[in-house]
Structure formats: C-alpha cells, structure tokens
C-alpha cells in the first residue's frame, strides 16, 4: 500500500511565498509521475504541476515563472515552491502519484493541504 501526504500549507500575504511537500511512503515500486493540482472553493480540480519519470518539470500557465517542483528521491518527497503568491492561488493542493507496478498504473492522492492567501 502506498501512502501519499501533504504538508506545508497555511494563510500567507499576497506576494508572499510557500512552500508544500508531498511525502510517498509505503511499498513503492516505480513512480511515473508525481504532481499538484489544487481545488479552489467553488471551483474544479486543476492541475498545478508534476514532474515525470524521465525528470521533465511541466507547469501550468497560470503558476508558470512562480512556482517551482523539486524532488528529493532519496526521500520520496515532492516539494512546491510557490513565490509571489496570489489571491487567486488560494486553494487546497493535493500530490498525486502515479506508481507502475506489473505494467499496471495505480493512482494516489494525499488529502490536501490549505492556502490561503490574503491581505
């Protein structure tokens, strides 16, 4: 079983920066993809950002320049820097991970962890 969670998250002043982390634990075998989407209050599900297993980091345009993944293998961790943070960034952000395991990909997702930013 493979577990996903986030942390990292809090209530931060427009301008200000963040930085999350998404820590898989558990019997991992290879990991395709790892990423963070986020869900603001009366919104859908987006998608943030992910890096995959050949080490690409891809961005949505609306964090693009703002935002940053580094990843800590050694540690199974996934980290989101998040600089010049915006109203409209507030959200909950979820890590989801994608695991290949006997050619079948499994899906994972933390709970979620809250930013909010405001004056």
């Known amino acids: 079983q493979v577990q996903v969670e986030e942390s990292g998250g809090g209530l931060v002043q427009p301008g200000g920066s963040l930085r999350l982390s998404c820590v898989a634990s558990g019997d991992i075998r290879v990991i395709n993809s790892m990423g963070w989407y986020r869900q603001a209050p009366g919104k859908q599900r987006e998608w943030v950002a992910q890096t995959i297993s050949s080490g690409m980091m891809q961005y949505a345009d609306s964090v693009k320049g703002r935002f940053a993944l580094s990843r800590d293998n050694a540690k199974n961790t996934l980290y989101l820097q998040m600089n010049n943070l915006k109203v409209e960034d507030t959200a909950v952000y979820s890590c989801?991970?994608?695991?290949?395991?006997?050619?079948?990909?499994?899906?994972?997702w933390g709970q979620g962890t809250e930013v909010t930013v405001s004056a």
């Open positions: 989801r991970l994608k695991e290949v395991r006997d050619k079948y990909e499994y899906d994972y």
